[in-house]
């Protein structure tokens, strides 16, 4: 059974461009979440999506954003990018809402902002 | 803010000997998940203990959970090299019928280096 997948694996943007991160989460889980971390603030949650809603959002301004596709599939952008936005961009799938049963990490995609 | 404060930061020990992390949080759970991480990679997910549970085992893992102090513990038994990695604790899942939708709070983690 395959992972998570997240596309491209590093990525180096210029600040003031956008950036688009894909997930594949497991075959069969609904539930995607997106994480950032980094050196100082740790791990943050994101957004997470479940049956292509956004459920909740964390406290990221609003030039984050996401989104999921009928078959699971999630996107997360980042307009205007900035050099704090640098960090490991995580995604995670889990087969109900929430995390009732654990989330299943992908390897991440490392965002760096010049 | 931090939820879950793991303790020790930074934990080094020989080979085959036993491993322990503490995790605090503050506010009630559904579940409390750990997880492990190899070198900024993914998160592995160790295991899920909820709120209704004290113990629970998973190999060599052994997770305890006190709600009425609000603190985890994760034991690995005969460490190994391969364990090195940083270790989190998690709150903020939901039940397995919903819930949680804030996301996962991690704390800053355990860095554990187990010396050959």
């Known amino acids: 059974k395959a992972g998570v997948t997240q596309t491209p694996r590093y990525l180096i943007k210029t600040r003031g461009q956008q950036v688009t991160l894909s997930c594949s989460p497991i075959?069969?889980?609904?539930?995607v979440s997106w994480y950032q971390q980094t050196p100082g603030q740790g791990l943050q949650f994101l957004f997470e999506y479940f049956s292509e809603t956004q459920r909740n959002k964390g406290n990221f301004p609003g030039r984050f954003s996401g989104r999921q596709f009928s078959n699971s599939r999630s996107e997360m952008n980042v307009s205007t990018l900035e050099l704090g936005d640098s960090a490991l961009y995580l995604c995670a799938s889990s087969l109900g809402p929430s995390g009732g049963y654990g989330y299943t990490f992908g390897s991440g995609t490392r965002l760096t902002v010049v | 803010s931090q939820q879950g404060e793991e303790d020790p930061q930074a934990l080094s020990i020989q080979e085959g000997e036993n491993a322990t992390m503490n995790c605090s949080y503050k506010t009630s759970i559904n579940n409390l998940q750990w997880y492990r991480q190899n070198s900024g990679r993914g998160l592995v997910h160790l295991i899920l203990?909820?709120?209704?549970?004290r113990e629970k085992h998973s190999g060599r893992l052994r997770v305890t959970l006190d709600t009425s102090k609000k603190s985890s513990s994760l034991l690995i038994t005969a460490s190994r090299a391969a364990d090195t990695a940083s270790y989190f604790c998690?709150?903020?899942?939901?039940?397995?019928?919903?819930?949680?939708?804030?996301?996962?709070?991690f704390g800053k983690g355990t860095h554990l280096i187990i010396q050959p």
């Open positions: 203990i909820r709120s209704n549970e």
């Open positions: 998690a709150t903020g899942g939901g039940t397995d019928s919903g819930g949680g939708a804030d996301g996962l709070t």
């Open positions: 075959s069969g889980h609904r539930s």
